[in-house]
T-cell receptor, first 113, second 107 residues
Framework: NAGVTQTPKFQVLKTGQSMTLQCAQDMNHEYMSWYRQDPGMGLRLIHY???????DQGEVPNGYNVSRSTTEDFPLRLLSAAPSQTSVYFC????????????FGDGTRLSIL | RKEVEQDPGPFNVPEGATVAFNCTYS??????FFWYRQDCRKEPKLLMS???SGNEDGRFTAQLNRASQYISLLIRDSKLSDSATYLC????????FGAGTILRVKS
């Protein structure tokens, strides 16, 4: 099983460019989420989805869009990249219960110049 | 005040030492608790859940104190391979991550 697959692993963008970070899972988990991790800070929730067709904002949603057309895929779109979005991005899945831990992809390192 | 607070460390300990980390949380309605481990430039991975009665997994012991709103992680007989960042995670409506405590085990 691949688990949670994120692509690309690394990306450099110029300010103002747009791009999509891909996240795919093969565990049939309903709950998927996107986090960013910055030095000295905990993982911060960007957007999450409790199932196909349902998405909601997390703690830091500005500048990002998501969609969930299938259970397997949860792409994260940067609309107009800014240097403040330089970060490591993690996608995670979780079985339905809120008390369940999350499974993370291995991350996308994004630099905005 | 951060929802989940951890001492960032680093904790530098020799092999074989016992080391303990604490984590405090602000939301008294939090329902579930976890410790994750994150190696340098890698994704977080679940180390163990934390149960109200305390729980042990080999050399690792986790405790929860709801009255004082903190959880702890005790590592006995530290190994070089235990060097990592340990993330405290608290769940009410969503998972909230602490910034992590760095552990360095040295020979």
């Amino acid at each position: 099983n691949a688990g949670v697959t994120q692509t690309p692993k690394f990306q450099v963008l110029k300010t103002g460019q747009s791009m999509t970070l891909q996240c795919a899972q093969d565990m049939n988990h309903e709950y998927m989420s996107w986090y960013r991790q910055d030095p000295g800070m905990g993982l911060r929730l960007i957007h999450y989805s409790v199932g196909a067709g349902i998405t909601d904002q997390g703690e830091v949603p500005n500048g990002y869009n998501v969609s969930r057309s299938t259970t397997e895929d949860f792409p994260l779109r940067l609309l107009s990249a800014a240097p403040s979005q330089t970060s490591v991005y993690f996608c995670a899945t979780q079985t339905g219960g809120r008390s369940q831990p999350q499974h993370f992809g291995d991350g996308t390192r994004l630099s905005i110049l | 005040r951060k929802e989940v607070e951890q001492d960032p460390g680093p904790f530098n300990v020799p092999e074989g030492a016992t080391v303990a980390f604490n984590c405090t949380y602000s939301n008294s309605a939090s329902q579930s608790f976890f410790w994750y481990r994150q190696d340098c430039r890698k994704e977080p991975k679940l180390l163990m859940s934390v149960y109200s009665s305390g729980n042990e997994d080999g050399r690792f012991t986790a405790q929860l104190n709801r009255a004082s709103q903190y959880i702890s992680l005790l590592i006995r007989d530290s190994k070089l391979s235990d060097s990592a960042t340990y993330l405290c995670v608290v769940n009410k409506d969503k998972l909230v991550f602490g910034a992590g405590t760095i552990l360095r085990v040295k020979s």
